[in-house]
């Protein structure tokens, strides 16, 4: 493994906030938030994850990724409804890239170079409702458009790869969660489906797993106010998809595919006591 150390420092890293009470249940908040991110001290992400000549060759001018995050909202709970709303703008600054040197089965190493910047938009929106006689119902909802605002160039200012505008790898657009909930004396459960959409694992974006909605849910009963019976179901239908892109490292092109299955279905059941 490689030895050595390499610095990641910043002494100014402002944050702030402000809220605007609209009366009774509701509020406006924004906030701005700047930081810097410490490099990965892992051996499999991260500058230490090469051999010591490439260690050496970038631990002098490899810069730590930071960002400038602005956030703008709402937040609404009258003690039956509780739901947010907001957008948000991420501008990355000297952003990580790693890329693949070859087949992660022999132990190729990753090569780690700053690549520019990268710009985050986006919208998210989440609630849940107490819908009475024990019911609850939750919800969800992200979308985010990541794209590099830079091509990538060697030293030399030949081009590496041209990935300005490209939506940034493992980045998926959407993102959908809802779950209903009932609890009511002894009996208790839930169902619940999260959806992610296509994901990119090549930085040119000619290749992607394709999205997925995962079913899970609980079923459980108390028995005594000590004892509980619980059974849980996780990816239910037995859904096939991919669950990691990216485990070796992210191709610039090509399918190079170092993915990742998600675990089947499954069932779990769990007797619970207090003493």
Same mark, same amino acid.
């Given at each position: ?30 906030? *701005? ?12 992400? !991260? ?38 709303? %907001? ?19 022999? %132990? ?69 969660? !809802? ?8 009996? *208790? !459960? ?46 239910? *239908? ?10 070796? !490292? ?26």
């Amino acid at each position: 493994f490689p030895q050595g150390k390499i610095a990641a420092e910043d002494w100014f890293q402002p944050h702030a906030g402000a809220t605007l009470k609209l009366g009774g249940n509701g509020e406006l908040f924004a906030g *701005f938030t700047q930081a810097t991110r410490a490099f990965a001290s892992a051996t499999t992400t !991260g500058p230490f994850s090469t051999t010591q000549a490439g260690f050496d060759a970038i631990k002098g001018s490899l810069k730590p990724e930071s960002s400038d995050t602005y956030e703008l909202g709402a937040r609404y709970n009258d003690g039956r409804f509780n739901g947010v709303i %907001g957008v948000y703008l991420v501008n990355f600054h000297n952003r990580l890239l790693s890329a693949a040197s070859g087949s992660s089965i022999v %132990g190729s190493p990753s090569v780690l170079q700053n690549v520019g910047a990268v710009r985050s938009v986006g919208f998210e929106a989440a609630g849940d409702i107490k819908l009475g006689a024990g019911f609850s119902l939750f919800a969800s909802y992200s979308y985010t458009d990541a794209t590099y605002q830079n091509d990538v160039y060697n030293v030399s200012g030949v081009l590496l790869a041209a990935i300005k505008g490209k939506t940034v790898v493992d980045s998926p657009r959407h993102l959908l969660r !809802g779950e209903l909930s009932y609890d009511s004396g002894p009996l *208790f !459960g839930r169902i619940g489906v999260n959806y992610m959409s296509e994901r990119f694992f090549t930085y040119t974006n000619d290749k992607s797993v394709p999205g997925r909605a995962l079913v899970d849910a609980t079923l459980g009963y108390r028995v005594t106010d000590g004892i509980e019976v619980q059974l849980n179901a996780n990816n239910l *239908f037995d859904k096939q998809y991919v669950a990691t892109v990216g485990s070796g !490292g992210f191709g610039n092109s090509g399918d190079r595919q170092t993915l990742l299955v998600g675990a089947p279905q499954q069932f779990f059941l769990t007797l619970k006591t207090e003493f």
